[in-house]
């Protein structure tokens, strides 16, 4: 019973952790941060396990990056036990893929930590260090015992990679990932480079005040220059979404397949007023918005999609106290921004931290334009309401005597007949 408890307890945790790599792959996180994380999920709830990354040092020395219970335990403290778990480090870093070794009566810890998991770290094709996971309970397939021969047997068959193997693989292609997005996610957030391409964003998004001028500008800007492969921007009238403009597409099917199945997408998910972010795999949604989505993941082909509300941002002013003033109520969406990838399940890098800020614009922009239409409409509605005033003003009997002389007069004209 208690090696089948710690099966399964094991399963969890790299299950958890594969999600959680996933999910903070999207975040563009530092990779310290990142291992941190990523560290802490993978031994939530088990006590006995420890966690660290270890980068490649000087002197053919593996250095402790980022830990999670290595310090604590004391392991590092020995010198003995710490040449041990070199010769472990050794061993991941000449791997191309994870292994699990039986630790056997190798370390001091044999009674705590009777398994060692060992994730090789890339980036590219460069070999930057090793995830390591002292654990107990994890079912893997061929798992070896250092005591024994490293030579593999010839009467081996290859076996289906178990669920662990499997988490494993995702994890290591995961921390690959973030790797290699860190470089290019740090150039994106840098001010030096995002505030003049944002400058001249909101400069040449607020030059019009025409919608379907403020509607071609946000989403072709939007494809150029956050890196997304196609764009769409709905606008919110009442409870209703209506297609405004789609990058890359002068005349728009309002009734094709695609734009019918985004709107009810839209519909479903529109009401919490959050950002929603599906990068390639099922999430957790309710079963009738996850029928909608995966509908339209397969209508359209897309591998990756952000639906991101566009709120007009109050005016922020400090009162006397020194304490900004500001409505604290959540502000309905004037709009929505879905930004889509094709070639690629994940998000380009730096997106999600840049399009708070970029669908801020894009939401005064809408705004403003829905203003000046209506403004537009303003001659009009001064004429009627100087009718309805004479109407019902005091003059109302003089006023329905010439309405009448006129209608009749007009009714005349069409029916009376007259010889030329």
């Known amino acids: ?128 260090g090793v995830l390591q996971l002292l ?7 061929d798992s070896k015992d250092l005591q024994a021969s490293d030579a593999p047997s010839e009467e081996e068959e290859p076996q289906e990679p178990s669920p662990e193997q499997q988490y494993a693989f995702e994890i290591m292609e995961s921390c690959q990932r973030s790797l290699e997005r860190a470089e290019a996610a740090l150039k994106s957030l840098d001010p030096g480079r995002f505030q003049p391409l944002f400058a001249t964003f909101c400069s040449r998004l607020h030059q019009s005040l025409d919608p379907r001028v403020v509607g071609v500008t946000a989403v072709n800007e939007t494809c150029t220059h956050l ?61 009738s918005i996850l029928k909608s989505l995966m ?54 890098p730096g997106l999600l931290h840049r399009l708070s800020v970029w669908g801020e614009q894009i939401a005064l922009a809408v705004q403003n334009a829905k203003v000046h239409s209506r403004l537009l409409l303003l001659p009009g509605m001064k004429f009627l309401s100087q009718v309805f005033e004479g109407i019902y003003a005091s003059r109302l009997a003089t006023t329905a005597a010439v309405v009448g002389i006129l209608i009749a007069a007009i009714v005349g004209l069409c029916t009376v007949e007259t010889d030329l």
């Not at 654990?135 to 397939?141: H, V, Y």
């Open 135 to 141: 654990s107990s309970g994890i079912d893997w397939p």
């Open 1 to 128: 019973m208690d090696t089948l408890t710690n099966s399964t307890t094991g399963t969890k945790s790299l299950r958890a952790a594969s999600d959680a790599a996933r999910r903070l792959l999207c975040e563009d996180l530092p990779p310290l941060t990142f291992f941190n994380e990523l560290l802490k999920v993978l031994v939530d709830g088990e006590l006995e396990s420890i966690a660290g990354v270890w980068m490649a040092g000087p002197q053919q020395q593996m250095t402790l990056f980022a830990d999670h219970g290595f310090t604590a335990s004391g392991l590092l403290n020995d010198r003995r036990q710490s040449q041990s778990n070199q010769e472990l480090l050794l061993k991941g870093w000449l791997t191309n893929s994870p292994i699990l070794l039986e630790l056997g009566s190798l370390t001091a810890n044999a009674k705590q930590h009777h398994q060692c998991l060992l994730i090789p770290l890339f980036k590219g094709k460069q070999r930057l």
């Open 227 to 287: 890196g997304c492969d196609r764009a769409w921007l709905f606008e919110r009238s009442g409870n209703r979404w209506r297609l405004r403009q789609v990058s890359g597409q002068r005349k728009m099917r309002h009734s094709s397949p695609q734009v019918r199945q985004l709107k009810t997408l839209i519909r479903q998910v529109a009401p919490t007023g959050e950002r929603f972010l599906f990068a390639g795999q099922e999430l957790n949604l309710p079963e």
């Open 295 to 348: 509908a339209y993941v397969h209508e359209s082909g897309v591998q990756s999609l952000v639906l991101e509300p566009l709120v007009v941002p109050d005016p922020v002013a400090p009162d006397p106290a020194g304490k900004p003033t500001g409505s604290k109520r959540k502000k309905r969406p004037v709009g929505l921004l879905v930004c889509e990838q094709f070639d690629d399940n994940l998000p380009p």
